[in-house]
């Protein structure tokens, strides 16, 4: 079967058939990380495909994405933070803490921490991802993190916590 399509005047005529579809769809098939590949390269090389990244992650498109952020729950500095996780300290004094989202927690609690232990700085590159001495050592407590600690300025980490998921 053959597929015609006509042309617009004056110009040549592009005829497609069907073997020659089905060969190619059998080659992608049959070769699919190749085929990946050559795409992927094929996007990274293209010179439209990045002005419209460029038009994208640039002017109003961009305050339009970072305005909708702001609406968003799940980017808050609540519970509901999307990178938020489930925390089960142990005080100094004994009493235990149990909450989501380490960052809203020590804002929220900077009196059971030294003053010195609660000055927010900016990182260098991202400066709306803000730490603190005691938000560095307190996200070291939990087990599996790298270089966990076992204890710091008398806090512990209490039990096993078990992932709770929000409906938000």
């Known amino acids: 079967m053959k597929l015609n399509f006509a042309p617009p005047a004056g110009t040549f005529a592009v005829t497609v058939t069907e073997p020659r579809v089905t060969r190619l769809l059998e080659w992608r098939q049959n070769n699919a990380e190749l085929h990946h590949q050559l795409r992927v390269a094929g996007i990274r090389r293209s010179s439209k495909v990045r002005e419209v990244l460029q038009r994208n992650h640039t002017g109003l498109a961009k305050r339009r994405w970072l305005a909708s ?92 916590v078990i992932e709770v998921a929000l409906a938000g």
């Open 69 to 160: 952020l702001i609406q968003n729950p799940k980017f808050q500095p609540t519970d509901l933070h999307v990178a938020a996780k489930s925390w089960v300290l142990r005080a100094p004094n004994g009493s235990i803490h149990t909450f989501r989202n380490l960052r809203n927690f020590i804002r929220e609690n900077e009196e059971l921490f030294d003053a010195a232990d609660v000055i927010w700085k900016a990182q260098t590159r991202r400066p709306k991802l803000t730490w603190c001495q005691a938000y560095q050592s307190l996200a070291r407590l939990r087990p599996g993190c790298p270089r966990t600690l076992d204890s710091w300025n008398g806090w512990t980490w209490a039990t096993e």
